[in-house]
């Protein structure tokens, strides 16, 4: 034993022995990226003009980058791949993790170490008689109505999983954000100047120019070429732009090293804090992709060196902002790489007013070919249009507003023309009041219809909804005929209408049940499929306007066929009744020539419109 014993550690001795020769003489090869001679002085964006350097020279003066981002990788000096998806070797450290990751990292890590130790008291806190179960006399029915639910809240708050921890952890989230943030160091000289001003208060606390349309006051910070269509994007929900802050400066090199996310946000949270409006920031990338293939060709069809291209040609080069750099270091890697090595530019739009902080991207590939930094237009297009969307959604925007409440507002000049005159002394002279609250209008509007009085209402009506611009007419068989005929006329749409009973040329149908106090309960009204279309837009069109029954009804039939519904107009609306509150979920307008206020005594009383003094 003692002979095998001394055999297993001569034979350890002499592997380790071997592992630090190994060791030693990998110590003594220096590695293919240190035979670069990197500028003590890195140059980065603040490099000379176009045209003013070699293509060694521009190369020289950006291969800091490759040193500090590691494109080239450690100890590799052929195999180049963009980012690190097939970096799977065992026994290299992964040098992205940076300082403020791993304390990331580590506060986590005693987070949940904090809550596990939290679960542990508690379970040593209980009895010995409950860890292992209880009393066994004790039956499950009467520990099913004990205090279970007691308990179970007090697990929760000794624990401490419930809603507060949430919170908790939302809050520690929210303070190392803001922790990160506040490390950024970009400054804007004009905005520094606005926080000195005492007028600039006044300046943004102006009013909107109601006038041009506008109902909000944001405040910008991009690029002064990318604002015009910013503008422009968002003039048409009625959003003013109060002052741009541009040209923002880099004041440490850590700020080159923040993602363009953080740089926009930071941005966006520094203005609000001046002007205390609204703001939206932005912020561009650039990036080259390193050369995946040794051998890559030069543009001109030759191989760059007997071993490949230089690696200041095959690194991949990465920027969180654009300028001339750009163009400088484009124009450096076009002879030399193929043309359609891929370049990138990437947009981000950081919307920020104090509560609410939506990011919204745009992306743009090139081949290095092609590529100038007049391509940062593309993505960022994509990006404003993107966050108009989103805050469209978010604040529900209305979109030309200012145009369609002005349009509204002429219109309703029109509402109580002559034909509401018209139609409201027929209703007063000829109308009568039945059992159940039943107003006959038959004289002039059902049995015996007024022809000219229908046509005059349905030009009045149809200039109401004509800013919808409906498609198609929906209406009910045969009391809605009178009025949505001759708003087709105007309109210039046909008309469809829903059947109460089943026609033997309707096979294939759409069908909905409602009540109505003249025609009774659950009837149903069939609209033929081959009428209604996914692209149309309807307008549903009646002669009463009461509980809402069969307009609702008919707005289901609607929405079953994957078409939009724009409106209801009617002639007589039960303002009474709950009609129109019934509707209001569909999100509709609802128009209405004439509305009666009661029938108390058997007395019809019409509610005052607006402008009736005028006439």
């Known amino acids: ?53 070699n293509p060694e020279a521009v190369l020289q003066s950006f291969a800091y980058a490759a040193a500090r981002n590691n494109f080239l990788g450690e100890n590799n000096s052929n195999d180049y791949t963009w980012g690190d998806d097939d970096d799977d070797d065992d026994g290299e450290d992964d040098s992205a993790y940076s300082d ?47 205090d279970s639910e007691e308990e179970d809240v007090s697990f929760n708050d000794s624990t401490g999983f419930d809603s507060t921890l949430y919170e908790k952890n939302n809050e520690i989230d929210r303070l190392k954000y803001e922790a990160s943030l506040s490390k950024i160091t970009v400054k804007c000289k004009r905005l520094e100047k606005a926080r000195n001003t005492p007028n600039a208060a006044a300046f943004f606390a102006r009013p909107v120019d109601a006038m041009e349309g506008y109902d909000q006051m944001w405040v910008a910070a991009i690029e002064d070429n990318f604002m015009p269509n910013l503008v422009g994007q968002f003039r048409s929900f009625g959003v003013q732009f109060a002052d741009n802050f541009q040209n923002w400066e880099d004041q440490s090199p850590s700020d080159t090293e923040r993602s363009i996310e953080d740089i926009a946000a930071y941005k966006a949270r520094r203005v609000y804090e001046v002007t ?3 703001c939206i920031a932005s912020r561009t990338s650039f990036e080259v992709e390193p050369i995946r293939n040794s051998k890559s060709l030069s543009s001109n069809g030759s191989s760059s060196n007997r071993f490949g ?28 790489s193929d043309p359609c090595r891929l370049t990138q530019f990437r947009s981000v739009l950081c919307y920020y007013d104090g509560t609410n902080e939506i990011f919204d991207f745009g992306e743009c590939d090139v081949d290095i070919g092609l590529c100038s930094s007049i391509r940062a237009h593309i993505p960022m297009a994509v990006a404003i249009k993107e966050m108009c969307e989103s805050l469209q959604l978010a604040f529900n925007l209305s979109h030309h507003g200012w145009l369609r409440r002005k349009v509204k507002e002429s219109l309703s000049n029109l509402s109580s023309g002559r034909a509401s005159i018209k139609l409201r002394d027929r209703v007063l002279k000829e109308g009568k009041v039945l059992p159940n609250d039943i107003i006959d209008v038959s004289a002039f509007m059902d049995s015996m219809v007024d022809v000219s009085l229908m046509d005059e209402c349905a030009d009045e009506l149809a200039k109401r909804f004509f800013q919808e611009k409906p498609s198609k007419i929906l209406t009910v068989a045969t009391t809605g005929l009178v009025i949505a005929i001759p708003m087709a006329k105007y309109l210039q749409v046909p008309v469809v209408y829903a059947r109460k009973e089943r026609s033997v040329v309707m096979s294939d149908t759409f ?11 659950n009837r149903e ?45 009617v002639l007589l609306e039960k303002n009474y009744d709950s009609g129109r509150k019934f509707l209001s979920g569909f999100n509709v307008p609802v128009e209405s020539m004439v509305r009666v206020a009661s029938l108390k005594g058997g007395v019809i009383q019409l509610m005052e419109e607006d402008g009736f003094e005028e006439f």
């Open 1 to 53: 034993m003692a002979r095998q014993q001394r055999e297993i550690d001569a034979s350890q001795q002499q592997s380790d022995q071997e592992k630090t020769n190994n060791i030693g003489q990998l110590q003594q090869e220096p590695s293919y990226a240190t035979n670069i001679d990197y500028p003590t002085q890195p140059t980065g964006r603040n490099t000379a003009p176009l045209n003013t350097q």
């Open 309 to 336: 291209p230089s690696p200041k040609v095959a690194s991949g080069y990465k920027f969180n902002d654009i300028g001339k750099h750009v163009d400088v270091i484009v124009e450096a890697l076009q002879p030399l």
């Open 511 to 521: 069908h909905a049940a409602f009540t109505s106090k003249t025609v009774g309960m």
């Open 276 to 278: 205390g409006l609204p």
């Open 100 to 146: 403020t990751s791993n304390e990331e990292e580590q506060a986590e890590m005693e987070l949940q170490r904090q809550l596990l130790d939290k679960e542990l008291d508690y379970l040593l806190s209980l009895p010995i008689e409950e860890l292992q179960g209880g009393n066994d006399d004790e039956e499950v029915w009467n520990v099913w109505a004990g």
């Open 525 to 569: 009204l069939i609209v033929s499929k081959s009428h209604l279309n996914p692209d149309d837009r309807i307008l549903v069109v009646d002669d009463f306007l009461s509980s809402g029954s069969s307009q609702e009804a008919l707005l289901r039939i609607i929405s079953e066929a994957g078409a939009t519904a724009v409106g209801v107009a």
